[in-house]
């Protein structure tokens, strides 16, 4: 499998009769990263189907974690990666038991430190329009290069140079990519959009 961009699609109120259509849609844009928060209807269900039919072509994983017994779960169901809008170590290190991958939720660098000591794969910073390019920036100067950041919340195509800048690896994107009765024509335009201006910016 190619090298994934580092952008994860959010797909926040999918149902399980939607998801394998969305997720067709996004990889063939080229987004191979793909996101079931928590609190979607019937998640467990959309993570499962997403996971059977596209897990060798692109990382199926959960958001909205909260809790510790929910990454078995997520696991079970085929899930690689958990998403959390908050630092809990317990989940955290539940996940790399399970040998998933982590990016929870950070905002202070007592929030990032905490999440790299408990094994976190990468860091979320959300969210990222209140921080802002400036605010990650200053915190990115005393984390360890090696861990990856993402601007989730607030970024969009129009501001990943911005994030790039900061020192963002990547990005979650959750409203502009995805809502609910959304089209896959819009869906597909959108992506598309993502995807090119994430490799022009890469690229520089």
């Known amino acids: 499998m190619a090298e994934h961009r580092h952008i994860i699609a959010i797909l ?17 844009a080229g987004i191979t990263m793909i996101e ?4 979607s209807p019937d998640a467990i269900t959309s993570i499962g189907k997403a996971a059977e039919t596209f897990g060798d072509r692109a990382m199926i994983g959960a958001g909205t974690v909260l809790r ?5 779960e997520i696991a079970e169901a085929g899930g690689t990666f958990i998403v959390s809008p908050n630092t809990d170590k317990k989940v955290i290190r539940e996940t ?31 969210p ?12 990115k100067a005393v984390l360890p290069p090696s861990i990856p950041l993402y601007a989730v919340g607030g970024a969009n195509p129009d ?9 963002c690896e990547g990005f979650g994107l959750g409203s502009y990519l ?24 890469k690229g520089k």
């Open 36 to 39: 079931v928060p928590l609190n």
């Open 128 to 139: 990222a329009e209140v921080l802002g390019p400036k605010g990650i920036k200053a915190m």
């Open 68 to 72: 510790q017994s929910e990454v078995l």
């Open 12 to 28: 926040r109120g999918i149902t399980p009769f939607e998801v394998t259509g969305i997720c067709e849609t996004l990889i063939s």
């Open 96 to 126: 790399v038991r399970l040998t998933l991958k982590s990016y929870p939720g950070v905002f202070t660098p007592t929030d990032a430190f905490a999440a790299i000591k408990a094994g976190a794969t990468g860091l979320k910073f959300f």
């Open 178 to 201: 995805y809502k609910p009765g959304m089209s896959r024509e819009d869906v597909l335009s959108r992506a598309a959009t993502a995807v090119i201006a994430y490799d022009e910016e």
């Open 159 to 167: 501001n990943f140079r911005e994030y790039f800048a900061a020192g």
